[in-house]
């Protein structure tokens, strides 16, 4: 028919276009979000190679040292993260510079700057650093050095990532379309033309083989449609054995007058009189026939009319409900995510730390050699010297041993609790030794500030379980008192109680926080629901906490709390206890 649209294909167009809106938009926001991140890591690696580096440039320019300037230099410009390096003395003229730099003037900094982070511009962005030399326990500045990188480096970086997040999205979308036009084709144009196929096959003498009959189909709206069209061919054989009977009685009548007058002349009028009433109760019979039919064609109309009606609202909202479902799964599996990437911006300074110490004790030590030999060279080597390189050998082999010894029990301990976020599989742990991993895998997050946490965990406790769970569990509690909960507190306080009681673990944890109304208690598992949304919150971490619980555990878990008296949970969770 000309003028008209398919339903199945302005409903399939609808969600399709609102898919692919969604989805450009959070391919963007990832896009952006890496970009961002990798470039934040850059000006990291560019201050890390500052601080390796400044005290032999601090010492090559108060020696005076070109040469020496010149080989830190064009180490440091070999460096992948760095494209450009300038470096000044202390009045402000230019040692060294080499690659793609900026006009460092134009910065516009004063002597008393120390360090300065390089907002991006012209595709150049990177790490601004005084040069300190320590000297007779005086701090002098002896010039500056600036460290560039630019956007091209960012955008490799992170190139795989973008390979990885716009094949993901085509993938999703060409899957949802063929999911999609099956769906329809299946669930509404089939039934649709079979339905308008019998209904064209419509015979009015022949009722019973004009009956719609949708096989093969369970969907009630079609079925209602059969039940009320089948209804009103029952009415019509109805109203037409009606309709017999009365003509069949009028013939009768016909007959009996007919005999009366043949019979009865002289009743002849009488006869006429009560023919005259037959024929007018049978008038108004058919009057009132043609009135009930045509009552019934109006309800029909109508009926079909709501059944439209209905059909369509019940279709939007199967729709509304379908992609409501998937926005919900992609927002709870992104605040997962968002979670474990919240623990790698944090583990990623307190793995620096310890490195860029190792890696100064080692340049210390180079450069003490290098003295040694040239004094050995020289034949002027003395046994004092010896022995104060021996001392210093032995105090920079010390450092470094002990400060890579701790990057590598935050790393090992950062990758198992990372490692089990993403991971659903089962595996026996030591509940106190797995608790303090997590978190110390957390404790970057409050660690310039003065919140407290404790933990109160048997040493022999030993389960199998899915540790992985547990942990998103005790982050989400941790993050969610850091986030909403010390908002107006200086010294906030965290308890965690672990014990086990038959063959249930039970987890109570209580902070000093704020606390909630009771009527923000009532919403405080529904997804979505926060109260620190103009500062990021999703909304999402309680209501991941109940399903971990819930679903994951079959446990059960219990919220108290009022205003000013903080938060408290107790967590019941049914798992397979290890008796050593």
Aim: charge should be negative.
């Amino acid at each position: 028919m000309s003028g008209t649209t398919s339903i199945s294909k302005s409903l399939l167009t609808n969600v399709l276009s609102v898919y692919f809106l969604l989805t450009l938009i959070v391919t963007c926001v990832q896009v952006m979000g890496e970009y961002f991140d990798t470039k934040s890591q850059l000006v990291q690696e560019l201050q890390n190679q500052q601080s390796t580096f400044s005290n032999s440039l601090a010492r090559s320019l108060w020696e005076y040292n070109n040469r020496q300037i010149e080989a830190i230099a064009e180490g440091l410009i070999n460096i992948p993260a760095i494209a450009g390096i300038v470096i000044r003395d202390e009045s402000g003229d230019t040692i060294v510079k080499l690659g793609l730099t900026d006009n460092i003037n134009a910065l516009n900094l004063t002597n008393d700057v120390e360090d300065f982070v390089i907002e991006e511009r012209n595709g150049l962005f990177g790490y601004y650093s005084s040069i300190i030399f320590e000297f007779a326990g005086d701090s002098n500045r002896v010039g500056d050095v600036t460290l560039f990188s630019t956007r091209d480096i960012a955008l490799e970086r992170i190139k795989f990532s973008l390979y990885f997040i716009f094949g993901n999205a085509i993938i999703k979308s060409t899957f949802l379309i063929v999911l999609f036009t099956l769906a329809f084709n299946r669930m509404l144009n089939r039934p649709m033309d079979m339905l308008t196929q019998q209904i064209r096959n419509f015979r009015l003498d022949d009722l019973e083989n004009s009956r719609i009959n949708l096989k093969h189909n369970r969907h009630a709206e079609f079925k209602m449609v059969e039940q009320a069209y089948n209804q009103l061919l029952d009415n019509l054989e109805d109203y037409q054995e009606d309709l017999k009977r009365t003509q069949q009685q009028l013939l009768l009548a016909n007959r009996q007058l007919d005999e009366q007058n043949a019979v009865l002349e002289q009743e002849v009028a009488r006869k006429t009189s009560s023919l005259s009433q037959v024929l007018t109760d049978l008038e108004r019979r058919k009057d009132e026939l043609e009135r009930r039919q045509e009552k019934l064609e109006r309800e029909i109309r109508q009926r079909k009319i709501i059944e439209d009606d209905l059909r369509e609202t019940n279709t939007q909202l199967q729709s509304s409900v379908t992609a409501f479902e998937r926005v919900q799964d992609q927002l709870i599996e992104a605040e997962k995510l968002a979670s474990l990437g919240r623990l790698v911006a944090g583990i990623t300074h307190d793995v620096n730390t310890p490195l860029g110490i190792g890696i100064t004790a080692t340049s210390l030590l180079r450069d003490k050699l290098e003295a040694i030999q040239q004094a050995l060279e020289n034949k002027e080597l003395t046994e004092a010297q010896l022995r104060e390189l021996l001392s210093a050998s032995m105090e920079g082999v010390n450092l470094a041993e002990s400060n890579l010894g701790r990057a590598s029990e935050l790393l090992d301990g950062f990758k198992q609790v990372a490692v089990d976020q993403t991971s659903a599989a089962i595996r026996e742990i030591n509940l106190n030794h797995y608790f303090q991993s997590v978190l110390q895998a957390l404790r970057p997050r409050f660690k310039n500030t003065d919140h407290e946490i404790q933990l109160d965990c048997p040493k022999d406790l030993n389960a199998r379980c899915n540790a992985g769970a547990l942990a998103q569990i005790i982050t989400n509690l941790v993050l969610n008192s850091l986030i909403h909960a010390f908002t107006d507190v200086q010294q906030g306080k965290m308890h965690i109680e672990v014990r086990r009681q038959g063959d249930v673990l039970h987890i109570d944890y209580k902070d000093n926080g704020r606390g909630l109304t009771e009527a923000q208690q009532q919403h405080l598992f529904d997804p979505f629901f926060t109260t620190r949304r103009e500062r990021g919150g999703s909304g999402l971490g309680t209501h991941i906490v109940r399903d971990l619980v819930e679903q994951t555990f079959s446990g059960t878990i219990a919220v108290q709390s009022a205003p000013g008296e903080g938060l408290s949970y107790h967590i019941e969770l049914p798992i397979q206890f290890i008796d050593s």
